[in-house]
């Protein structure tokens, strides 16, 4: 049977990928401002229906041509955006190559879109978004507006809102003096969002049982009705 229909990743997020992000910018505006850094995590699910960080993509970002550079965000990430030893690429090799392994990854999970996961996830799909329509890029994998946003399920399951306060309630190691690098928040924030999942399965609030029973259902139903050479 293919992937798509038996994949208890395609099952748990009603065909979404998830697709763990985070935007370091010269600005809160996407409009106008520069995306410098992005990390992205590809997630991945065991047989028990456990979700986990899997492979990491990370780029450093040339400013797109006449981008704001805001001193006081510069001065808050730390990035120095035209340090050589950066080794930053333009916007359209960074959203290339990560659209690239997001639908392959997307494809190999059985999923039919993706969706973006991120802490105070509104800011990164609106800074990811607008480097889409700047360049004019048809083959995003990601849905437009539906995202994931790992603060308000923070808030919910472990009464906290920063990242690092939730880690800290989590049993997730956070080291402050890393924060705000992309990499850093990006691979933390898919811990986070992994353990809250996994955490509400553990509590019963995702029938595992009932998505089994389901994909066994569709296996038989398809035996019973797939052509055969009889006359």
Known sequence: MPAQTTSLLA??????????IDIETAGFNAQTDAMLEIAV????????????????????????EGANLDASSLAFNGIDPFNPLRGAVNEREAIGEICKAVRK?????????SVIVAHNSA????FFNAAINRLN???????????????SLAALALGQTVL??????AGIAFDAKEAHSALYDTERTAELF??????????????????????????????????????
């Open 41 to 64: 995590n590809l997630l991945t699910m065991d047989e028990t229906g456990q979700l986990l960080p899997g492979e990491t993509l990370h780029f450093h970002v040339e400013p797109f």
């Open 137 to 151: 890029y048809k083959r995003s994998p990601f849905h437009a507006f539906v995202s994931f946003d790992t603060t």
């Open 164 to 169: 690092a306060k939730a880690c800290a309630q």
């Open 123 to 126: 800011f990164d799909q609106g």
């Open 194 to 231: 992994c353990y809250i999942v996994n955490r509400w399965q553990q509590l019963g609030g995702w029938p595992l049982a009932d998505a089994l029973a389901e994909e066994s259902t569709d296996a038989e139903s398809e035996a019973l009705t797939a052509p055969t050479d009889e006359a």
């Open 105 to 113: 990854a997307q494809k190999v999970a059985g999923c039919q879109r």
């Open 11 to 20: 099952r748990r997020f009603r065909g979404y990928y998830p697709v763990v």
